[in-house]
């Protein structure tokens, strides 16, 4: 996927935001159908989240809740309880 936008500035404090928010609203998402508390698949499963929200970022998306909504379709989670990441600024 080819970016439509320039690439973010990482230092940039509104950037470095969006992501923090985009994370704080999807993780609970994903963590809420991942059952057990197998400390290796949690932290997996964190850091994936993680690398998604700064692949699609790179890519020029810095919406906290497109980039959650982009990050959520990665995960294959059950349809009947997935919920999209809202959340405020």
Same mark, same amino acid.
């Given at each position: ?9 990482? *230092? ?5 935001? $969006? ?5 704080e @609203? ?5 963590? !809420?159908? /991942? ?14 989240? *993680? ?5 699609? $970022? ?5 919406? @906290? ?5 982009? !990050?959520? /379709? ?14 405020? *600024?």
């Amino acid at each position: 996927m080819g970016s439509q936008n320039p690439a973010p500035n990482w *230092s940039d404090p509104e950037v470095l935001a $969006a992501l923090e928010r985009a994370f704080e @609203a999807t993780w609970p998402v994903i963590r !809420a159908h /991942e059952a057990g508390e197998d400390k290796a698949r949690i932290a997996e499963l964190s850091m994936a989240l *993680s690398r998604r929200l700064i692949e699609l $970022a790179a890519d020029g998306l810095t919406d @906290a809740q497109e980039l959650g909504r982009l !990050a959520l /379709e990665t995960f294959p989670l059950p349809a009947s309880r997935e919920t999209a990441p809202g959340g405020s *600024s």
